[in-house]
């Protein structure tokens, strides 16, 4: 008996010994990537050093999170990524709203900086029914911070109903002295909806307010919460003949960022879904209005809208979900956790789409990834994306090393951790500083990010990829965003121009 088990554990010994050897080399990287960090932050004063470290982690097979501190305020004089609450309310949540008219209330520079810099596609007239590419700004002077901006944001209410009498109803998004000189904001929207018979939203997101534009977000979900719902009787126009219907759905947190939205729409269609509702990607006020209609929220960014939908659960006993349309292996994974929310029909449907895909998704990476596989990728991005575009980068073989959120909360990174794997650098509310150093260590093949970062690392010879808006590029969602993601990865880092030019690790 001894000897049977002695001849097994002998045939398993190389497998074992394997087993130690990975082990050893995933345990290796972990400490040097730990080490790295040490070494990065060495170049603080003591204290901004002990703060950022808290910040700072590498993924560990053993945890099941990645164990940073997030939420926090940026150290002072440590340049920050982040945006405002005012960019979390107006740019993110509202803004995409296609017929209403969005008012930045408050300097025009803010209201500048946010114009369309989303590239949050839409169907439509602009300046007749879809507004989403026009500036509207009070644009306040000294003697407004002085004698304040009630009058001056009433007058503009009624200029602009004069101007566009088919906008659905006017949003106001304060700036950072609204709070500061105290403007009632409230009582002017609730006056001018009795007068205009629209809806007028008062949005509070004073830029100064909070850490990030994370605060933003959830602001701007409160006010659907306390200033569209409640009134939802009052100002529904459900479309004639609607009939509900057990497989209505609401996508939540889609933003259309280069026409993401409408293949996401497409694929649930295919299934036998009916999508009631966009929020907000070419979106309509009446769509949010009909959002407790649905039997289910699909959310796709869960970090600036799973506030109004765990509301909608609380109050209206609307279930949601959390899916992940970047790449095949995701898609795939996220149509058969919507359909088996639903019944066999359903179901069925959701692998026949899987199906008719998966010739087309074999050439796509049988085209690209001999071409990829293997090149690292650093990320570093908000929303959902450090996490969510992670499986796509893998269906091309390509390998995330580093990754992490302008402004994620600690169950963004919890959340992170599934997708991860061991000795993949996490790092919250990163500096420039600490980016290029880990970017100098690491050196990566890829570096996607935001528009703040583009041409920092363009400068320093290193392929990029802007995460913020797709380069002016999309959509990325579904089987035909993969395409076109497929093809940008490999432009982006095959490009023949990057031989023309030295990286800093090769000029050493």
Known sequence: MRAKNFGQSAKNLPLIINTINT?????????????LIKEVLEAYPEKAAKRRAKHLNVQEESKSDCGVQSNKKSVPGVMTTRGCAYAGAKGVVWGPVKDMVHLSHGPVGCGYYSWSGRRNYYIGTTGVDTFGTMQFTSDFQERDIVFGGDKKL???????????????????????????IGDDIEAVARKKAKETGKPVIPVRCEGFRGVSQSLGHHIANDTVRDWVLPKADEYRQLPEGFESSPYDVNIIGDYNIGGDAWPSRRLLE?????????????????????????????IHCYRSMNYICRYMEEKYEIPWLEYNFFG???????????????????????????????AEMKAITDKYRPRLEGKKVMMMVGGLRPRHVIPAFDDLGMDVIGTGYEFGHGDDYKRTADYTKDGTIIYDDISGYEFEEF????????IAAGIKEKYVFQKMALPFRQMHSWDYSGPYHGYEGFAVFARDMDLAINNPTWSLINNPWETK
């Open 23 to 35: 082990w050893e080399k995933i345990m290796t990287t972990v400490e040097e990537k730990k080490d």
């Open 154 to 180: 009433a007058k503009l209410i009624d200029e602009l109903e004069v101007l566009f009498p088919l906008s659905k109803g006017t949003t106001i998004e304060s700036e950072c002295p609204i709070g500061l």
């Open 270 to 298: 295919a299934i036998g879904l009916r999508v009631i509702c966009q929020f907000s990607g070419d979106g309509t006020f009446n769509e949010v209005v009909m959002t407790p209609l649905a039997k289910l929220n699909l």
């Open 328 to 358: 095949p292996t995701q898609i795939a994974k996220s149509l058969r956790k919507i359909a088996a929310q639903f019944d066999e029909t359903i179901q069925e449907k959701a692998e026949q789409v899987i199906a008719e895909h998966e």
């Open 439 to 446: 970017a100098k260590q690491l050196k990566p093949d890829l």
